[in-house]
């Protein structure tokens, strides 16, 4: 199959996708926003008024953190279990199982964009940010999306061996979040715990998305994304040699 052919294959799948989701709810696409929203306004109640987490333009810095946290989880625990979901269409029309899984993710890129603009842009501007940052977005939303497919590849190949990975996977993710800066900055983790931080791997791949939106400092950015990139790479490597070494028996564990 031709990169063409994937990529007008994986946008034929994801159109199909989103609307069989969203044809029979009343506010249908509205609730790619609205999941997001209520989960913001919880938290910013909670952290800000409750917690009371003191820092400038706190709303936009954790709103930089929520919505790539968001996208992240949601399309892993989503395209994890999407070959042991789709095994009968797999073995039936021999469908390049790249192209379920490309559109799974594709899906839950198109649902952030969506939240993105819709709510992370009013308030970017609100605190008068300068729009030129907005042009390194592409650079700081590229590890973020090559990360989160290379880690969705892994655990939906390893969960076709082992179906315990997609309920691992849930859990997982549940102690991450308070584990990952998300919702108060890096520098409130005590230096004893700072290996914590240093070993997880999501707050790579959202750090220079927040730099760009919350500080905007090009001397924080660079190195930020170079990391990011970095372990996307990692993650790339290691989604490329899971499958070479399962590929064989991975449809008959189907």
Known sequence: MSLR???IQTQD?????MKSRYRKTWAGFIWVVLNPLLMFGVQALVFRKFLRIDMPDYLLFL???LLPWIFFTTTIQMGTPVFVTQAQLLRSFKVNPWVILGAQVMDGFINFVASFVLILLPFYLFYDRSPLLLALLPLALAPLLIG??????TLSILNVFHRDINFVTGFVFSLLF???PI???REFIPPGYAWVAALNPILYFIEPFRLVIHTGSLEEFL???LKS???AVVFTALGFLVWKRKQNDFYLKL
Do not use: D, M, N, R
């Open 148 to 153: 989160t497919l290379s880690i969705t590849v």
């Open 223 to 225: 190195p930020a994304l």
């Open 13 to 17: 799948l994801t159109i199909a996708s």
């Open 229 to 231: 990139a970095g372990v």
């Open 63 to 65: 709103l930089g953190g």
């Open 183 to 185: 919702f108060y900055p």
């Open 5 to 7: 052919q994937f990529w």
């Open 178 to 180: 308070f584990l990952t």
